[in-house]
């Protein structure tokens, strides 16, 4: 008569290999959460979600644009791209807009993109849910909690100036290496932030720059209802 045999394992399952999520590796994130130490140019700055709207962009308003073109020229893989824990250098960023800026012949790119950035088109089915429960002066109150989870060059604080009027100030960190059309980009997006909020485009003022010689970038927003 035949036994059934039961074969017992001995030895633990091997375990497949987890996809690595992030491109910083623990020392990375280690020197990042020390403020003494400066930004250097191997740092990691820049949140994929940055990357994603910017791809969004060119893909909706420049479709003739080669994205795998500007992708290989800044030295981004496109699964870099889609995993929300990547992250990207100074350079990385830099070699982005530059070849977004010759593919398409349009030097203020990053304004544009910017101006995408919180469009219903950028955040989708979030508008409903962003209109329901913050205005727009709550969301430059929230500025200063917001940003660090997309960016890691500089630091960002706010005060509201009135009921219809705030004031952003942008001090990049020790070692950051920002450029000008990173401003562009900034004004973007507060301006995308009063569309958003069915608001006319605000007036930006810019008062203060980094790349005139200040300590700070310093931007007065004042928003206007139709």
Known sequence: MRRNLRIIRLWPKRKKKARIRSEMSLDDRK??????????????????????????????????VNINDILSYAGIESYQVADEACWFTQEQVDLLNERAVQLTGKDDIAREAGRFGLSPDSIGFLKSYILGRVSIGKGFEMIAQITPRFVKSCT??????????????????????????????????FESGAALFRLKFPRIEHPK????????????VTWREF
């Open 31 to 64: 020197d990042m959460m020390n403020p003494d130490r400066p930004i250097s140019p191997s740092d990691k700055l820049y949140n994929s979600r940055i990357i994603v709207t910017y791809i969004k962009f060119l893909r909706k308003q420049y479709s003739h």
């Open 156 to 189: 960002w604080q706010s005060t509201r100036l009135g009921p219809n009027k705030a004031k952003v100030v942008v001090t990049q960190n020790p070692g950051a290496q920002e450029k000008p059309y990173q401003c562009q980009n900034r004004i973007g997006y």
């Open 209 to 220: 720059c980094f790349f005139r010689g200040d300590e700070c970038c310093e931007f007065v």
